[in-house]
């Protein structure tokens, strides 16, 4: 399994749990790579910002 198929189903499950919780508007990239536990370079290397990764996330569902 490369990095990139298991860092993202972790970015979009800690981003979901925040979505539980907090509004979107409060939700980082900061917050959601910790949560993830995936570095945050990992992050920009396959999105460009937090709008970007909600994008993807949408398209996938």
Do not use: G
């Amino acid at each position: 399994m490369t990095k990139k198929t298991s860092s993202s189903p972790r970015l979009k499950n800690a981003f979901t749990a925040f979505l539980r919780t907090q509004p979107l508007e409060q939700i980082t990239v900061q917050s959601i790579v910790r949560k993830a536990d995936v570095n945050r370079l990992t992050f920009y290397r396959h999105f460009l910002d937090r709008d970007d990764f909600l994008r993807t996330c949408l398209d996938t569902l």
